[in-house]
C-alpha cells in the first residue's frame, strides 16, 4: 500500500519531528498513568489501611459507650461525676464492683495482694440483640464481641491514712482484650486477614477455647511469640497467632474466643460491641438508622465514616493526588494537544509546496487530509506507546521506593473508665502501608487512547490547514 | 465493433479537439492598493500535440497562466477550455481527476517529496488510481528506465543530482501517460548541461508520445526548441510566433 509507505517514509524520515510529537505526547500521557497509578496505589493503600479496622466483611459496628464525664484532668476521675443512670447501669454490669478498689480491704497493712479486675468501658446487650439485629431489613449477618479491659494491681496494703501514689506504690498491668465470635471470623475485631504469623482460631468454640491472638506490637514489646503461652486474667493461653494492629476502633492487646471470655469475666450471654454486614452498600446508611433507633445510646459507626476520619500522610498524599496530581496531569496533556496540533500545523506549513504538489498531481482533498491526519494519529499512537511505557517505568520506580505513609483514625470516644490508674486506653491506633502504583491494562488502554486522541485532533488541525491549500498558491509558496 | 475501436474513435474525436482554448481570461491577485492584474484579457489556443514556449520576464504572468493551463487556479472572468470542455463548470473533485488522469507537472523546484526514494516519487503520481502495488511499482519502474534513472530507483532525493531530480519529476509527469505537460522553468535551477539534458528529454518524450507540451522559460535556448513561442509581458500576450527549425517566423 503506498500510502502506508508513504506514511511511514514521512515519519522515518523525519525523525525529528515525529520524535517531538511523540515525545509531547508520551510525557503527557506518562503524567496520567502514574498519575492515575498513584491515585489507584492510594486507594489501595487507603482500603488496607482501613481493612483490618472494619474486618473485611463488617460495614457498621456497634457499641455503646458510657456517656463522657464533662471534665477530664490528672489522676483519678471522678467517676461520681457520671450521670447517676450511667453509673447505675456500670454498678449493675459490674456486680463486683468495678469501682470499688480499696486496698485496705485485701489484708492486713504490710501484706501484699494481687486484685484482677475486669473493666469495660461500653456498656453491654444480651447476645439475642445481635440475634434480632441481624433479622433486621438489610442486614446480611451480624456477629457478636466482647472488648474489656483487665488490670492487675499488685502492691503492699499501706497502713491507714498513709497518702498513697498509686503510680508508685502498685504495680498495675492493664491488657484489653476482645472475645472474638470464632464462627464468624470475617465479622470478628480480628479477622484472618490480618493474622500476620500463626494461625487463626479454630473455627468452633470449644477448639477455640484455650487460644489467643496476640496484636502484633504487644507481642513485641512483650517477647511473646507463636507457640508461647501467655496469662489473661488468671488463665493461660495458647497463642496461635499475631495481628497486625487495627487503624481505629477498639484496639486490643489480646483477642480470645468469645464464650471463654464471657465467663472469665462474667458476662456470660453479654457482649459489646456488635459488627455487622450489610446485604448492600446501598443499605448501610438506612440499617445504620434501624440499629440507632433499637439499642439506644448505641454508637453506629460504618466504614465510611471511619474512612472520614482516617487521618495522617496517607491522605495528605491522597488530597495531594487528587487535587495537584490529576491538575498536573490535565495541564500536561492539554500542553502535550497543543505542542501535538501546534506541530503537525507547522509541518502542514512547511510542507506546502509538497502538499500543494501532491494536489496538483491528482490528489484529492480527502487524500490529502487523510494522509496527514494518519502521521499525526501514528505519531500519536507512537506518542501513546511510548507514554504507557513512560508510565509503567515512573510507577515501578514508585512501587520501588516503598514510600510508607501512615494512616491514623481519630478515635470517636476517648477516657473512659480506662482511665482509672492512669492507664488510659491503648491509644489511637495508627498504621503504616507501603504506598504502590499499580498500573492496570485498563489505564494504558485509555492512555493510548488519549494520545491517538491527541493525534488525531492535531491531525483534524493540520488536515484542514491542508484541505484549504489552493494548489496554485500551495506551488508558488517557496521554500 | 468493439469496446476498444469505440474508444480509439472517441480518443481520436478528442484529439481533434485543441488542447486549450482561452477566451478574453482575467487574472487577478491580491486586494486593494496590491492588486495585481497578472494576465489581461487573454486569448489564446493551444492545439493538440503542440510544443509551446511560453517566454517573458518575471512576473509577466507566465506561471498564472500555467497554472490556468494545469487546472490549478481559475480565471476571475473568461473561460477556459480543455478539449473542449470547459473548465469553469468543473468542481474539485472533477479537476483533480483531470489532473489525474490528462495533466503532468514538471516544476522549477522540481518538487519532488524528500521523503521518498525515486520510484515512490513517480509512485506517488500513481497513487489515487486504483491498480495493485506490483503493477504500480512495475510502472513506475519502466518511467524512471525511459528517462534513464532505473539504477537509481531506491536513492532518496539527497542522493541525487538536480538534473536527475528533474528527470525523476519528468518520469513522474509521465506516469500516467497525460495528454499534455505543463513544465514551469523546468530548467531553472539547473546547470547549462543538465538543463540541456531536460529539455531533450522533454523534446524527445513529447515527439515519441504525442503529447502537448508547454513550457514556461525566460531562456532563449530552450525557447528555440519550441514549435512556438508565445512571449508574455504585463499580463498581455506581446508575440506569437512559430518556429521553421531554421529560424523564428513572425505569424
Known sequence: ???????????????????????????????????????????????????????????????????????????????????????????????????????????????????????????????S????????????????????????????VAAPGTVVNPHTSYDITSLNVTGVNVEKPSLAPVTPGQVT?????????????????????????????VGDRTNVAGKRFDVVGLSAAPVGGTASNVYLELDRLQRLSDREGRANVMLVRADSTASVDPLSREIG???????????????????????????????LGTALAIVALGAAFLIATLLALSSVQKRTRELGTLKALGWRKRLVVRQVTAESVLQGLLGGIAGAALGIAAAAVIGALELELDASVAQAQSGGIGAAFGQGRVAAASTEVVLGAPVDIGLLV????????GGLLAGAAGGLRAARLRPAEALRSLE | MSKGDETARAEVAESAAPSYELGAVTCIYGEGRTLVT???????????????????PSGSGKTTLLQLLGALDRPATGTVRFEGRPL???????????????????FQQFNLIPTLTAAENVEAALAPLRMNGVDRRQLAGDHL???????????????????????????????????????????????????????????????????????????????????????????????????????????
Open chain 1, 1 to 127: 500500500m503506498f500510502y502506508i509507505r508513504f506514511l511511514g517514509a514521512e515519519l522515518r524520515r523525519r525523525p525529528g519531528r515525529t520524535a517531538l510529537t511523540a515525545l509531547g505526547l508520551a510525557v503527557g500521557v506518562g503524567l496520567v498513568v502514574v498519575v492515575s497509578a498513584l491515585s489507584a496505589g492510594l486507594d489501595e493503600a487507603q482500603s488496607e489501611a482501613l481493612e483490618p479496622l472494619t474486618g473485611v466483611g463488617t460495614d457498621v459496628r456497634v457499641s455503646r459507650p458510657l456517656s463522657q464525664p464533662k471534665e477530664t484532668g490528672a489522676g483519678p476521675p471522678d467517676f461520681g461525676s457520671l450521670p447517676e443512670k450511667e453509673q447505675r447501669l456500670l454498678r449493675k454490669e459490674n456486680p463486683e464492683g468495678l469501682f470499688h478498689f480499696e486496698p485496705s480491704e485485701l489484708g492486713e497493712p504490710g501484706e501484699r495482694f494481687t486484685e484482677l479486675q475486669t473493666l469495660s468501658s461500653e456498656l453491654s446487650f444480651p447476645e
Open chain 1, 129 to 156: 440483640t445481635v440475634a434480632r439485629i441481624s433479622r433486621l431489613d438489610g442486614a446480611q449477618d451480624a456477629a457478636a464481641a466482647l472488648s474489656l479491659q483487665t488490670l492487675r494491681i499488685e502492691g503492699e
Open chain 1, 197 to 225: 504469623k500463626g494461625e487463626y482460631f479454630a473455627r468452633t468454640p470449644e477448639k477455640a477455647r484455650d487460644e489467643a491472638i496476640i496484636d502484633i506490637g504487644y507481642a513485641r514489646q512483650n517477647g511473646i511469640a
Open chain 1, 293 to 323: 433507633d433499637q439499642l439506644p445510646g448505641a454508637v453506629v459507626t460504618t466504614a465510611s465514616d471511619l474512612a472520614n476520619r482516617v487521618g495522617g500522610s496517607l491522605v495528605d498524599a491522597k488530597n495531594l493526588s487528587s487535587k
Open chain 1, 446 to 453: 485509555v492512555a493510548v487512547a488519549l494520545a491517538v486522541l
Open chain 2, 38 to 56: 497578472a494576465l489581461a484579457s487573454l486569448d489564446l489556443t493551444i492545439g493538440s500535440g503542440e510544443f509551446v514556449a511560453v517566454l517573458g
Open chain 2, 88 to 106: 469553469e463548470h468543473l468542481g474539485e473533485a472533477e479537476l483533480a481527476a483531470l489532473r489525474l488522469s490528462a495533466l503532468g507537472f514538471v
Open chain 2, 145 to 251: 528506465k525511459a528517462v534513464g534513472l532505473e539504477p537509481r530507483a531506491r536513492h532518496l532525493l539527497t542522493q541525487l543530482s538536480g538534473g536527475e531530480q528533474q528527470r525523476v519529476a519528468i518520469a513522474r509527469a509521465l506516469a500516467r501517460a497525460p495528454r499534455v505537460v505543463l513544465a514551469d522553468e523546468p530548467t531553472g535551477n539547473l546547470d547549462t548541461k543538465s538543463g540541456e539534458m531536460v529539455i531533450d528529454l522533454l523534446g524527445s518524450l513529447h515527439r515519441e508520445l504525442e503529447i502537448t507540451l508547454v513550457l514556461v522559460t525566460h531562456d532563449q535556448w530552450v525557447a528555440e526548441r519550441a514549435d512556438r513561442v508565445l512571449r508574455l509581458d504585463d499580463g498581455r500576450l506581446t508575440g506569437d510566433s512559430v518556429a521553421d527549425r531554421a529560424g523564428m517566423t513572425a505569424r
